[in-house]
């Protein structure tokens, strides 16, 4: 019996020692998992991705992203993430790209299935090169709480989503 209450004692210690993580917190990770993990219905990556859920270099990408959470402020229905964002760096590829006469003429006639294809073409093997570089940088992300459920604000830096926001750091760190 002294062996049993001895064993609920340390569980409950270590279960009431134990940080609980803020729901902003929770709800960042959560979109996060979806867009590197490709853990979620296609409804959800196509929600937070747009058409770029169906592109396999987007895919491919944001699955060598990684994250870690250095802080979170939450106070009533507002809350502000800090993360370090690592990302591959594959900016001297994306500067071949850039000059690429095809793409040139691809996204000049607005064929965005042609332009996602020689992405893919230029771009993949990059990604799959075993000497991958990788870039960090650090976030503060805006959370908000609407009917109970915390959100990455919109129209973070100018752009619609945070998906976005991710996308413009990766072009616009790169050009």
Known sequence: MKRLLLILAVIL??????????????????YMDIIINNKSTNENR?????????????NEYFSKVTYKISEVEENDDK????AEITTPDITDKLFELYKNPDLKKA??????????NIINKNLMPALKD??????????RVFMIKKDDVWNIRD????VNTYFEALLKDFFMNSF
């Not at 996204?107 to 996602?116: A, D, I, P, R, T």
């Not at 075993?130 to 976030?139: C, F």
């Open 79 to 82: 809350g502000w993430i800090t």
């Open 46 to 58: 196509k929600k937070i991705m747009g058409n770029y859920s169906e592109s396999d270099f987007i």
């Open 155 to 158: 129209n973070v830096n100018g």
């Open 13 to 30: 210690m270590f279960t009431g020692c134990q940080q609980k993580i803020p729901e902003s917190e929770k709800a960042f990770r959560n």
């Open 107 to 116: 996204q000049k006639n607005g064929n965005k299935e042609e332009v996602l």
């Open 130 to 139: 075993k000497n991958l570089q990788y870039s960090q940088k650090k976030r």
